[in-house]
């Protein structure tokens, strides 16, 4: 993958965050503040408790931090898995959304 074929899928992934957050603010209570700065997008719940996604321009990796922990992703042409065989992004970042907001929260592309 190319720098600029790397940083296309990212935009894509960091505005898809974005809109998702902003679709779950307009259908449920989640209340979740999202912001984005360049390669950053931070979710903070009600709970003041954050999800932090980041890219990692050289790796061509996203980076994902939550209260669980922090894992790595990247693009296999399809999908962003986990670097560790631990599941594809869209899937965790609802898991551990849901798991920081106390509510089912659906993280979808």
Same mark, same amino acid.
């Given at each position: 993958? #190319?720098?600029?074929? @790397?940083?296309?899928?990212?935009?894509?992934l $960091?505005? +898809?965050?974005?809109n998702?957050?902003?679709?779950?603010?307009?259908?449920?209570?989640?209340?979740?503040? =999202?912001?984005?700065? +360049?390669?950053? !997008?931070? $979710? #903070? @719940?009600? =709970?003041?408790?954050?999800? !932090? !996604?980041? $890219?990692?321009?050289?790796?061509?990796?996203?980076? $994902?931090?939550?209260?669980? +922990?922090? @894992?790595?992703?990247? %693009?296999?042409g399809?999908?962003?898995?986990?670097?560790k065989?631990? +599941?594809? %992004?869209?899937?965790?970042?609802?898991? %551990?959304?849901?798991?920081?907001?106390? /509510?089912?929260?659906? @993280? /979808?592309?």
């Amino acid at each position: 993958m #190319t720098d600029l074929e @790397f940083l296309d899928q990212a935009e894509r992934l $960091l505005s +898809g965050i974005e809109n998702c957050s902003d679709r779950l603010n307009d259908h449920t209570d989640a209340d979740i503040d =999202n912001q984005r700065v +360049g390669g950053m !997008v931070t $979710l #903070t @719940f009600p =709970n003041r408790s954050q999800i !932090v !996604v980041n $890219l990692q321009k050289p790796l061509h990796e996203v980076w $994902l931090a939550a209260r669980c +922990g922090g @894992f790595h992703y990247k %693009f296999d042409g399809k999908h962003w898995q986990d670097t560790k065989g631990q +599941g594809e %992004f869209w899937q965790s970042l609802s898991r %551990f959304a849901s798991e920081q907001s106390g /509510q089912p929260l659906v @993280f /979808q592309a």
